[in-house]
Structure formats: C-alpha cells, structure tokens
C-alpha cells in the first residue's frame, strides 16, 4: 500500500535507498539490499551528530565514516552526493561499477575523495576503524593541551554478519576493547542475512555478549527501520562512553521497503529487477523517476555543506590559538600533517664499513628503527607478540595502552591479520603518522589481505619481517619461509626489499620512510635475517633506492659471467667471486635487494647492471626459483628451495639445500663450460 505523505525525514531516508536502488538496477549488478535497510542509521548519522567538510574531504579534525561492509557502498556513495561532495556528482552514481568511475564496486579511497579506506574483503573496514581511531587517541595524547583540544573526533563504523563472522575482526574487536578506544561507534547493521540465506543456518553466536566480553559498551535498537530516535539515542549515549569502544547492534530488514525481496538473500547481491523496482517504488510511495531527488530532501541534505564550514572554521581558529601558545608542537602537528619528512632526518640512519662487526640484518633492523624514532615522532608500531625476536621495540617510548595513548610501541599480541589492518588505518587517518607492523616472514600468510589492501589502496605502512629464509634452522618447514618472497613480490605496488647487511637495512628503511610519505604512497615489505652477515664492501645506503647494483666487478664491462645475490646469501656470492677471479674469471656481482625498485629505473640503468650480451647469469636466493626467468636468461641457473624447509642448525640446513660457496663456484664453472 503507498504511503500517503512522507516527512522530511523519511524523504531524505529514501532518497539514500532509491539512488542506491536506481544506480544498482542501471549498472545490473551490486548490492541493494543493506543501503535500503541501513539508510535510516547512516542518515541519522551524518545528519545529527557527524562532523565533515563536503567541500574539503581532508580537513583534518573531521569524523570518520567506514563502511566496513563494504559491498553495500552505493549506501556511501548516497551520502557523498546527497551531503555534496565534489567528487561523486549525480553522473559519477549514473556511471556505478563502469570502468573509470568515481563509484566502483566497493568504496575505494584512492579513487573517490570522502572515502576513508578501501574496503570489500569483510571484515576490513571495521579492523582499519580501530586504526584509525587508535591515531586519533595517540595524536590526542601527543598535541593536546589542558586549555587547547587540537585533536576531537570520533571513528564511526557500519558492519554487518559478515564483517563479525571473518576472524579479523574479532581480532581487532578485542584490542580496541583492550586499548579502550572511547570514540570508536561501531554499528551493527544485524539483518540476518548472508549470500547463502538467512544467517541461522551458520552464524548464531550472541554478538552482543562477544562484544561485552571484549569490553565495549553495547547497546541495541530493536528497530532500526523507523525508530529514528532510538538511534539517535544510541549514538548519544555511545558518545558519553569515554572509556571504551561502543556497539550499537541495529536490528534491519534488509532490502527493507521491497514487497517481495526484503528479508531474504535475493536483494543482497542483485539488482531487485524492473518491476520490483516499481513496486517498491509503489510500496514506499516514492513518486520520482530514477535518479530524481526531491528538492526539500537534497536541500536538507546540503545543509552539511555550511555546517561543515563552520565546523572547519571553529577547529581553525583552535589551530590559530595554538600555535600562538605551543609553537613547537604545532610546527610538528603541522610538518606531519603536510607529508613533509623533517629536513636532515636520514642523517639519523646507522652506516657500516665491513670491518663492522657482523650481524642478523633484525637486529640491524632494531638499531635503525630507534635510530630514525628519535627523529620521526610520527612513527608508531609493533609486532605480533615477537618483539623481542623482530627487534621491534622502541627503547624509552613506552607502550601504547589505555590511558597511555602518547607511547608508540603498540602491542599487537598474536593477532597478525588484525595488526596489518590496524596498521593500514593508522596510515590512512590522513594525519602523518608512518605505521609499522612486525612479524616473522611466514606469517605473512596470517595478514596477507591486508597487505594487498595496504599495496592496492595507497596506504604508506612499513613492514618488518625477520627470519626470512630456511637459514633460522631448527623451528623447521613450518617456520621456514620459500615461496614467501616470490609470493609477495607478485602484489603490484608493494615494495619489497630483502637487505643483505647493515647499509642495506638503513637504505631499504630509507627507501620505505619516502615511499610512505609520497604523494601516491606505498607500503614497502622488509625482509631481514636471523642468522650474522658480514658487512659489504661497495654497498651503500642510497643504492638500495635502485634496487639492484653492481657490487663488485672485474671485468671491462662485459663480465664472464654475473652472480645476483639477495639478502642472506649475497655474501657468498661476494666470497664466490673472489675465488673464480684468482682462476682468471671476469666475474661481476649483482646486490639485488629489490625486484621493484630495479624496474622503477630508466632502461640505460637496467642495461648498465645486467647488459643483454652478457647471458651467464647465476641468481642465487633462499627461495623458490620462481620469477628468476626475468634475470635469469636461459643460458643461466639459480641456486634455490623449491621444496619445503627442514628441521636443524641454520648453517646445516643452508648447505644441505647449496647455498655455501663452494656451491656457488661450482653451478658458477658448470654455466661457463
């Protein structure tokens, strides 16, 4: 039956519901239902109580919006036109899901501006919320004063059964309990419907009760389809929680207003179809052709456009009494937020000779990591419960816990999938701050969506990984990464760099500081060693930036042949060298630390270290073979594991796979006849 007359409210309402109905029937594809059933809470939302600047999406003292459940974007996509924002105009939700849109299939940060993080994989969303709201308590602690509050805003979080059921958030869930982040909302559009059918065939745990368990606050509002004020109570009441994370549990009807699809998996992932979209038209009794927004809603909607002005505005003049009173403080609240690194910063980086002594490039990595803490304040992070192992600790600036938001270890526990999507909101917050998350290679299996998501999305995050190689010995093949490096150099713009000794390390944390604060940043994957390294003699800092250089050479030019070492091993080609030099070989050696930055050089450089007419080549690395070919041409070899590791000393387990020199000098005679 059509409904009579509608006030402002439930016209603003359905106006979120139909552009998500219209734009999801023209692109055939998407997802209806949740922008139908969660308008009435994201209205309430970002009517009431969220503060932002349509026409500046990056002002700094904003809230922040995740759609956790990110599937159901055109329920963000809604908003962003309806409040008016620039970047996603009527013809941007015309063009959803087609090729070169501002409205791709789920909310991505790099291509439409409002969005805060990328997310789609379930779960995600509401992991990177608690990293971001983990930056604005640390900036908090960090700049505020007792008589100037700089930083003053909440993180707020739309998720659904999905996002619950993937494990990652509850790993993030409960940190955010332990931490007590107040001003994290979280809520829970409980709609009980998945792809598969209604969510009791699977999924029937009490979420409340888990949630209570992690030490949120939570609350539920029974119906979230019409009980406007209900909602709003909610999110006040969340709001005056300051001592922990709150869950406001919204009971829906998914594809809520649909007569004959609402409540069931058929209006999840599929546009309703033309003559359900007339029904529901008729249902809700909602007069207007596609994509035609009543005049009164969109006024009260772009109400926002001067709300957030003068929001801007009065956080501006904050700014201004601020640096009048705390000049020091603001020029490096300022300096971070800007991207700019502090000048002289990499003078902080620790440079060796090879009579240093030798050592694991993890502790090289630690010696670093405090060295450029003493000068980048914006840097914060930790390990997955193996600091003392990833040598991750940051000596003197204390643990960042409830209370004590201003310290920069972050202790992450064994939650590596949480840690990486934590550390990818922490980046995204748009506030500076450089976040790094540790572990052991292999683990990289535990997090890898959220590497991918930090690569895909732009996000500047530095990860540290230690005991890179089957040379850690006696933790055996499940400890022991191979296909681990090979793996994650196939992620397109993740930087990936496996230092061979102590300058590498400083150049490779170089290289993952810029990286980080570039314009379109990127996340840079460390991989250092367990076992000692001596230093080399050629290597540098600023080399590493080229990814492959020549370490030593003694031929004219045209060598006999060139062995390309990575990491651990590159020492032994170095010592392989020296001895088919003395049996009159021209031998060049190639330091190899990373494959991406060796392809960002011009073609007169990559000619330069591995010239076309030299085709003896010997590549040499403790991992699978896989991916040589580009280096290796057909008259070469590598020395590899493609085979899982095995249980003993390091140094046993490197020579009954062939990585010594005597190996090396042997595959190296084989190749030359």
Same mark, same amino acid.
């Given at each position: 039956?059509?409904?009579?007359?509608?006030?402002?409210? @439930?016209?603003?309402?359905?106006?979120?519901?139909?552009?998500?109905?219209?734009?999801?029937?023209?692109?055939?594809?998407?997802?209806?239902?949740?922008?139908?059933?969660?308008?009435?809470?994201?209205?309430?939302? =970002?009517?009431?109580?969220?503060?932002?600047?349509?026409?500046?999406?990056?002002?700094?003292?904003?809230?922040? *919006?995740?759609?956790?459940?990110?599937?159901?974007?055109?329920?963000?996509?809604?908003?962003?036109?309806?409040?008016?924002?620039?970047?996603?105009?009527?013809?941007?939700?015309?063009?959803?899901? +087609?090729?070169?849109?501002?409205?791709?299939?789920?909310?991505? %940060?790099?291509?439409?501006?409002?969005?805060?993080?990328?997310?789609?994989?379930?779960?995600? #969303?509401?992991?990177?919320?608690?990293?971001?709201?983990?930056?604005?308590?640390?900036?908090? !602690?960090?700049?505020?004063?007792?008589?100037? +509050?700089?930083?003053?805003?909440?993180?707020?979080?739309?998720?659904?059964?999905?996002?619950?059921?993937?494990?990652?958030?509850?790993? /993030?869930?409960?940190?955010?309990?332990?931490?007590?982040?107040?001003?994290?909302? !979280?809520?829970?559009?409980?709609?009980?419907?998945?792809?598969?059918?209604?969510?009791?065939?699977?999924?029937?745990?009490?979420?409340?009760?888990?949630?209570?368990?992690?030490?949120?606050?939570?609350?539920?509002?029974?119906?979230? %389809?019409?009980?406007?004020?209900?909602?709003?109570?909610?999110?006040?009441?969340?709001?005056?929680?300051?001592?922990?994370?709150?869950?406001?549990?919204?009971?829906?009807?998914?594809?809520?207003?649909?007569?004959?699809?609402?409540?069931?998996?058929?209006?999840?992932?599929?546009?309703?179809?033309?003559?359900?979209?007339?029904?529901?038209?008729?249902?809700?009794? =909602?007069?207007?052709?596609?994509?035609?927004?009543? @005049?009164?809603?969109?006024?009260?909607?772009?109400?926002?456009?001067?709300?957030?002005?003068?929001?801007?505005? @009065?956080?501006?003049?904050? &700014?201004? +009494?601020?640096?009048?009173?705390?000049?020091?403080?603001?020029?490096?609240?300022?300096?971070?937020?800007?991207?700019?690194?502090?000048?002289?910063?990499?003078?902080?980086?620790?440079?060796?000779?090879?009579?240093?002594?030798?050592?694991?490039?993890?502790?090289?990595?630690?010696?670093? &990591?405090? !060295? $450029?803490?003493?000068?980048?304040?914006?840097?914060?992070?930790?390990?997955?419960?193996?600091?003392?192992? %990833?040598?991750?600790?940051?000596?003197?600036?204390?643990?960042?816990?409830?209370?004590?938001?201003?310290?920069?270890?972050?202790?992450?526990?064994?939650?590596?999938?949480?840690?990486?999507?934590?550390? %990818?909101?922490?980046?995204?917050?748009?506030?500076?701050?450089?976040?790094?998350?540790?572990? *052991?290679?292999?683990?990289?299996?535990?997090?890898?969506?959220?590497?991918?998501?930090?690569?895909?999305?732009?996000?500047?995050?530095?990860?540290?990984?230690?005991?890179?190689?089957? !040379?850690?010995?006696?933790?055996?093949?499940?400890?022991?990464?191979?296909?681990? $490096?090979?793996?994650?150099?196939?992620?397109?713009?993740?930087?990936?760099?496996?230092?061979?000794?102590?300058?590498?390390?400083?150049?490779?944390?170089?290289?993952?500081?810029?990286? /980080?604060?570039?314009?379109?940043?990127?996340?840079?994957?460390?991989?250092?060693?367990?076992?000692?390294?001596?230093?080399?003699?050629?290597?540098?800092?600023?080399?590493?930036?080229?990814? /492959?250089?020549?370490?030593?050479?003694?031929?004219?030019?045209?060598?006999? $042949?060139?062995?390309?070492?990575?990491?651990?091993?590159?020492?032994?080609?170095?010592?392989?060298?020296?001895?088919?030099? @003395?049996?009159?070989?021209?031998?060049?050696?190639?330091?190899?630390?990373? =494959?991406?930055?060796?392809?960002?050089?011009?073609?007169?450089?990559?000619?330069?270290?591995?010239?076309?007419?030299?085709?003896?080549?010997?590549?040499?690395?403790?991992?699978?073979?896989?991916?040589?070919?580009?280096?290796?041409?057909?008259? #070469?070899?590598?020395?590899?594991?493609?085979?899982?590791?095995?249980?003993?000393?390091?140094?046993?387990?490197?020579?009954? *796979?062939?990585?010594?020199?005597?190996?090396?000098?042997?595959?190296?005679?084989?190749?030359?006849?």
């Amino acid at each position: 039956m059509a409904v009579a007359t509608q006030s402002l409210e @439930e016209l603003c309402i359905n106006s979120i519901r139909f552009l998500a109905i219209d734009a999801v029937q023209k692109a055939n594809s998407g997802h209806p239902g949740l922008p139908m059933g969660a308008a009435p809470m994201a209205f309430v939302l =970002w009517d009431r109580f969220m503060r932002f600047n349509p026409k500046n999406p990056k002002w700094f003292n904003r809230d922040r *919006f995740v759609l956790s459940a990110g599937h159901g974007c055109m329920l963000l996509y809604s908003l962003l036109h309806l409040t008016g924002f620039d970047s996603v105009p009527l013809d941007e939700i015309k063009q959803f899901r +087609q090729w070169g849109s501002k409205t791709p299939g789920h909310p991505e %940060n790099h291509v439409t501006e409002g969005i805060e993080v990328t997310t789609g994989p379930l779960g995600q #969303g509401i992991a990177n919320a608690v990293g971001l709201a983990l930056a604005e308590a640390h900036l908090a !602690a960090t700049f505020n004063k007792p008589d100037c +509050q700089l930083v003053d805003h909440y993180t707020y979080v739309i998720m659904g059964d999905g996002c619950n059921m993937e494990g990652i958030s509850g790993e /993030a869930c409960s940190l955010a309990g332990h931490w007590g982040l107040g001003k994290l909302i !979280a809520f829970y559009d409980d709609n009980h419907i998945s792809i598969d059918g209604h969510t009791d065939i699977s999924f029937t745990e009490d979420v409340s009760k888990r949630f209570e368990a992690y030490g949120w606050h939570v609350q539920h509002v029974a119906d979230g %389809n019409t009980d406007l004020e209900g909602i709003a109570a909610a999110i006040q009441k969340a709001k005056e929680v300051t001592d922990k994370p709150s869950l406001i549990k919204v009971t829906t009807i998914i594809g809520y207003g649909s007569p004959n699809k609402a409540d069931t998996h058929d209006v999840h992932g599929a546009a309703l179809g033309k003559d359900e979209v007339q029904a529901t038209r008729e249902h809700l009794g =909602w007069n207007y052709p596609e994509f035609e927004i009543p @005049e009164d809603a969109l006024n009260h909607f772009r109400k926002a456009i001067d709300k957030g002005a003068t929001a801007e505005q @009065e956080w501006n003049q904050i &700014l201004d +009494q601020y640096k009048s009173k705390y000049p020091e403080e603001a020029a490096t609240f300022e300096r971070m937020l800007s991207g700019k690194l502090p000048e002289g910063w990499a003078d902080a980086l620790p440079k060796y000779t090879p009579e240093t002594k030798a050592d694991a490039t993890r502790n090289q990595s630690g010696v670093t &990591l405090n !060295a $450029i803490a003493s000068v980048l304040p914006e840097l914060i992070g930790g390990s997955a419960d193996l600091a003392p192992s %990833n040598k991750t600790l940051l000596k003197g600036l204390g643990d960042f816990q409830k209370g004590q938001y201003q310290n920069r270890n972050v202790r992450f526990g064994v939650r590596e999938h949480g840690m990486g999507a934590i550390c %990818n909101g922490i980046a995204r917050h748009g506030s500076g701050l450089i976040p790094y998350g540790a572990t *052991f290679l292999v683990f990289t299996d535990y997090m890898r969506n959220s590497i991918r998501l930090s690569a895909l999305a732009e996000t500047g995050v530095i990860w540290v990984m230690t005991h890179d190689s089957i !040379a850690l010995g006696e933790d055996g093949p499940t400890h022991q990464p191979v296909e681990h $490096i090979t793996s994650l150099r196939a992620i397109p713009q993740l930087i990936v760099i496996r230092p061979a000794d102590g300058n590498e390390t400083s150049g490779a944390y170089k290289v993952a500081v810029e990286k /980080a604060k570039a314009a379109h940043p990127m996340s840079t994957l460390l991989a250092f060693s367990r076992q000692n390294l001596p230093n080399l003699e050629g290597s540098s800092i600023d080399i590493v930036a080229k990814g /492959a250089y020549i370490l030593s050479d003694n031929s004219d030019g045209t060598p006999d $042949i060139i062995l390309i070492g990575t990491g651990g091993e590159t020492y032994q080609c170095v010592e392989a060298a020296v001895k088919l030099r @003395e049996e009159g070989k021209k031998v060049r050696v190639v330091s190899m630390p990373s =494959w991406e930055l060796f392809e960002e050089q011009d073609a007169a450089y990559k000619e330069s270290v591995f010239p076309k007419a030299v085709k003896k080549r010997l590549a040499v690395e403790a991992g699978i073979s896989l991916g040589w070919s580009r280096y290796v041409t057909d008259e #070469g070899a590598t020395i590899s594991v493609d085979t899982f590791g095995a249980s003993a000393p390091g140094e046993v387990v490197l020579e009954k *796979f062939g990585f010594t020199v005597d190996n090396i000098i042997a595959q190296a005679k084989a190749l030359l006849g």
